[in-house]
Each structure stands twice: as structure tokens, then as C-alpha cells.
């Protein structure tokens, strides 16, 4: 997704569904006045809730034996069935200010925890967002942060900043690489990471069109410059963020589902590092963004992605990193979303998580692309009664790993 396309806890009560008539009250209201109004049906139902605290402690405190799972050493399972759902959460102009408000605001009107919940840290910023990772880990969710390359003010389509992707392999910015990477390893919790997604559109100043394109680099021309100068510097930040020892990142190689320009040089297995240097697989998919745009169904936007990924390594899981489409009568999104919802998790076995990127926003004609979930009430009905299927895992799949 564009920088364009951006402008613009885990309590009992935050996991209670809506339904009825609250259910369509919320629904219908605009989305900046949304957070009021769930929270007041959350206010409205923690008088119900207080007999079930008062009568069962348990519902209100937290075990030790609970705590102590939490607190230790753990890694995240792939799932061997089903498939983790997960949110980008519109939480205002800073990508990387998470808060838990949100995060609870946006499930109960979906209905269901998320076990993945995304951010950014950009490079611009110079710092590790310590404070947004531990609200979504203490949330019992996983972080997914998008770590990108990019300065002030961050405006797509500009080429290369100070963060060039030459600037990161010549060692220009090793210290706040290996700082970043002490960051990660003092949060010591599982997390993913995305250096520079969406490599292969012509939007990022990482993208390699900005790199020489598609000059050859070997004389039988099956290595071109433009990947090439991405493989080596998505290597090199992996490599220096494990010589820190910051053993619990997990990598994702993430690419648009289709590369612009669409050309073979800027196809997704040029860029591919390696699989000693991907966990996993990413694919962005949007439907209609704007009104100019064609509507596009699920199998068009996915089956030849997903067959390209898939060729690249055997066994990486594979991640909707991004997914979502405009509100643009007479298409239908309800449609578009519940078709997205079943078909993630019954036509492509590879695809282990899905996360949606709840956010709107106002383009310079005026009118807005509203990619959240309730721009319409039969789009979050689809939604809610999509990742209702029990298929679709709001709790992370744990297990115990050994500290080194």
C-alpha cells in the first residue's frame, strides 16, 4: 500500500460480539464516531459482566500458572489447520502509535480477538517501538511491523532518501541498525518483521526500479541490478540483526501480488533473498482503491500470486500481509470480504494468516477510500460472520523454546 493511500489488554468485556439492535447502531454510525459508540455498549454490558467477575475471580485475575506462560520463553506456531486473523488498525496519523483502546475497540465490533496485529517503524523515526510491541504482546497478539527504509516525509514516488538501499549496504546506518536490533532482543517476545515490503511496485524509494531496474548483472541476463541491490541489502540487515542475537524476529519477504512494472526483472523471484533469510511469505492484495479503479474478485487478485509465491520455497507459510478493498456502490464489498474470508482458508492451504487493513482515507478529488471494515453495515456483517468460522484463529498457538 501507498504512503498516499495512508495520509489521511485483552479484557472480557473487549471480546463480547455485537449483536441486534447495538449491533446495527454501531454499524450504521460514521467511522470517526465509532469508538464512542462501542464503548458505550461495552459500558452498557460490564453490568452484566460485573456478577460473573464478583461470582468467578478467575474471569478478572490473572493465574500464575497464566502469567508464568505468558512471561516465558515461547515461539508462535504456523497453524497446521485454520489460519490466524489479524488487523492494521487505523490508529491515527503516526502508523507506529499503537494503543490498546483500539485494539480492543476494533474486535469488539468485529467479534474476535486478533492474533496478529500490525504497525510500521520507520526508519525516519530512528527508534524501535518498544512501547506499541508490548501493548500488543500484553494483549496476547503478535507483532507484525513493517520496517521501512524511509525518511521524512515519507512520500511515495520520490526515489531514493538517505536510507538508500546503498547507504544501508555501504554501513551508513549500522548503528541504528545493531540498536534496533539490541531493542528487538531486550522485547524478547515473538515478533515478525517486514524489511521494505512491496518491493516490486514502483511506489517505494527500496523499490528496485530506483536501482538500476532491469540492467543485467550476469551475462546470460537472468540477474538484474534493481533486484539485486535489494537481495543484498535485505541480507545484509538480517544478517547484522542476528549478530545481535535478537533470535526472536522471524522474517517476512513481502510483495505486492502483482509488480508494476509487470515485467520479469521485477517479478517476486527475483527478489527473493534466500530461504535461509524468510520465515515468511507475504502478499499485499487489494481490491478497488478508487473510483477510477476496476473491481477485481478474490481468484483474479490472488491465484497467480499465490502460485508464484509458492514456487519460491516448498514449505514457508504464506501471510495476507495486507488485504482490503474501497467502498464503491453498486460493487459489492460484503461480497468481496466474505469471499476473501473463505477463500484464504479453503482454496490456498499455503495461506496461514490474513490481516486487514482497517483504515480510510480522503483523496485529493475529495471523496474517500474507506478500506475499514464498517464503511457499510453489510460490509462488517461480512467480515464478522467471516472470521466467526472457527477456521479463522484469534488465539496464538504457543510453545516452549529453550534460552540460549
Same mark, same amino acid.
Given at each position: 500500500?501507498?504512503?498516499?493511500d495512508?495520509?489521511?489488554?485483552?479484557?472480557?468485556?473487549?471480546?463480547?460480539?455485537?449483536?441486534? @439492535?447495538?449491533?446495527?447502531?454501531?454499524?450504521?454510525?460514521?467511522?470517526?464516531?465509532?469508538?464512542?459508540?462501542?464503548?458505550?455498549?461495552? !459500558?452498557?454490558?460490564?453490568?452484566?459482566?460485573?456478577?460473573?467477575?464478583?461470582?468467578?475471580?478467575?474471569?478478572? /485475575?490473572? #493465574?500464575?500458572? @497464566?502469567?508464568?506462560?505468558?512471561?516465558?520463553?515461547?515461539?508462535?506456531? &504456523?497453524? @497446521?489447520?485454520?489460519?490466524?486473523?489479524?488487523a492494521?488498525?487505523?490508529?491515527g496519523?503516526?502508523?507506529?502509535?499503537v494503543?490498546?483502546?483500539?485494539?480492543?475497540d476494533?474486535?469488539?465490533?468485529?467479534?474476535?480477538h486478533?492474533?496478529?496485529?500490525a504497525? #510500521?517503524?520507520?526508519?525516519?523515526?530512528?527508534?524501535?517501538?518498544?512501547?506499541?510491541?508490548?501493548?500488543?504482546?500484553?494483549?496476547?497478539?503478535?507483532?507484525?511491523?513493517?520496517?521501512?527504509?524511509?525518511?521524512?516525509?515519507?512520500?511515495?514516488?520520490?526515489?531514493? +532518501?538517505r !536510507?538508500?538501499?546503498?547507504?544501508?549496504?555501504?554501513?551508513?546506518?549500522?548503528?541504528?541498525?545493531?540498536? *534496533?536490533?539490541?531493542?528487538?532482543?531486550? !522485547?524478547g517476545?515473538?515478533?515478525?518483521?517486514?524489511? %521494505?515490503?512491496?518491493?516490486?511496485?514502483?511506489?517505494?524509494?527500496? #523499490?528496485?526500479?530506483?536501482?538500476?531496474?532491469?540492467?543485467?548483472?550476469? +551475462?546470460?541476463?537472468?540477474k538484474?541490478?534493481?533486484?539485486?541491490?535489494?537481495?543484498?541489502?535485505?541480507?545484509? &540487515?538480517?544478517?547484522?540483526?542476528?549478530?545481535?542475537?535478537?533470535?526472536?524476529?522471524?522474517?517476512?519477504?513481502?510483495?505486492?501480488?502483482?509488480?508494476?512494472?509487470?515485467?520479469?526483472?521485477?517479478?517476486?523471484?527475483?527478489?527473493?533473498?534466500?530461504?535461509?533469510?524468510?520465515?515468511?511469505l507475504?502478499?499485499?492484495?487489494y481490491?478497488?482503491?478508487?473510483?477510477?479503479?476496476? *473491481?477485481?474478485?478474490?481468484?483474479?487478485?490472488?491465484?497467480?500470486?499465490?502460485?508464484?509465491?509458492?514456487? =519460491? +520455497?516448498?514449505?514457508?507459510?504464506?501471510?495476507?500481509?495486507?488485504?482490503?478493498?474501497?467502498?464503491?456502490?453498486?460493487?459489492?464489498?460484503?461480497?468481496?470480504?466474505?469471499?476473501?474470508?473463505?477463500?484464504?482458508?479453503?482454496?490456498?492451504?499455503?495461506?496461514? %494468516?490474513?490481516?486487514?487493513?482497517?483504515?480510510?482515507?480522503?483523496?485529493?478529488?475529495?471523496y474517500?477510500?474507506?478500506?475499514?471494515?464498517?464503511?457499510?453495515?453489510?460490509?462488517? /456483517?461480512?467480515?464478522?460472520?467471516?472470521?466467526?468460522?472457527?477456521?479463522? =484463529?484469534?488465539?496464538?498457538?504457543?510453545?516452549?523454546?529453550?534460552?540460549?
Amino acid at each position: 500500500m501507498t504512503i498516499a493511500d495512508r495520509e489521511r489488554g485483552f479484557s472480557v468485556v473487549g471480546r463480547l460480539p455485537i449483536s441486534g @439492535e447495538a449491533y446495527d447502531a454501531v454499524a450504521a454510525i460514521k467511522p470517526m464516531q465509532q469508538t464512542a459508540a462501542v464503548r458505550l455498549i461495552q !459500558f452498557v454490558r460490564i453490568s452484566f459482566c460485573i456478577g460473573v467477575i464478583l461470582a468467578l475471580p478467575s474471569c478478572h /485475575q490473572t #493465574s500464575r500458572t @497464566e502469567k508464568a506462560h505468558r512471561d516465558a520463553a515461547v515461539e508462535v506456531m &504456523v497453524p @497446521e489447520r485454520g489460519d490466524y486473523t489479524g488487523a492494521f488498525i487505523d490508529f491515527g496519523e503516526a502508523e507506529e502509535d499503537v494503543t490498546l483502546e483500539g485494539i480492543e475497540d476494533f474486535e469488539t465490533m468485529v467479534g474476535k480477538h486478533q492474533a496478529i496485529i500490525a504497525s #510500521s517503524s520507520f526508519w525516519g523515526e530512528q527508534d524501535f517501538p518498544t512501547r506499541s510491541l508490548n501493548v500488543i504482546w500484553q494483549h496476547h497478539s503478535l507483532p507484525l511491523v513493517f520496517w521501512s527504509p524511509w525518511d521524512r516525509p515519507y512520500e511515495q514516488s520520490k526515489g531514493p +532518501d538517505r !536510507f538508500s538501499l546503498t547507504s544501508i549496504i555501504a554501513g551508513t546506518w549500522d548503528k541504528y541498525i545493531d540498536d *534496533w536490533a539490541d531493542a528487538a532482543k531486550a !522485547f524478547g517476545k515473538p515478533m515478525i518483521v517486514v524489511f %521494505a515490503n512491496e518491493m516490486n511496485g514502483d511506489w517505494f524509494p527500496w #523499490s528496485g526500479i530506483y536501482y538500476g531496474g532491469n540492467r543485467p548483472t550476469n +551475462d546470460d541476463k537472468t540477474k538484474w541490478q534493481g533486484p539485486e541491490t535489494f537481495k543484498k541489502a535485505y541480507r545484509y &540487515v538480517v544478517d547484522r540483526v542476528r549478530a545481535r542475537k535478537a533470535n526472536n524476529v522471524k522474517w517476512m519477504f513481502h510483495t505486492n501480488n502483482y509488480s508494476y512494472p509487470l515485467d520479469i526483472w521485477n517479478f517476486a523471484p527475483a527478489y527473493y533473498p534466500g530461504p535461509d533469510y524468510v520465515d515468511w511469505l507475504g502478499l499485499s492484495i487489494y481490491g478497488q482503491q478508487y473510483r477510477e479503479e476496476a *473491481w477485481a474478485d478474490i481468484p483474479s487478485l490472488v491465484d497467480w500470486p499465490y502460485k508464484e509465491m509458492s514456487g =519460491l +520455497d516448498p514449505n514457508k507459510p504464506i501471510m495476507i500481509a495486507e488485504w482490503g478493498t474501497g467502498e464503491f456502490p453498486p460493487a459489492n464489498k460484503g461480497a468481496w470480504i466474505k469471499q476473501g474470508l473463505e477463500l484464504f482458508r479453503t482454496k490456498y492451504p499455503r495461506i496461514k %494468516a490474513a490481516v486487514y487493513w482497517h483504515e480510510r482515507w480522503q483523496n485529493e478529488e475529495g471523496y474517500y477510500s474507506n478500506l475499514r471494515v464498517n464503511s457499510s453495515v453489510e460490509s462488517l /456483517q461480512a467480515y464478522r460472520e467471516g472470521v466467526a468460522n472457527p477456521d479463522w =484463529l484469534g488465539e496464538l498457538l504457543l510453545r516452549p523454546v529453550a534460552v540460549k
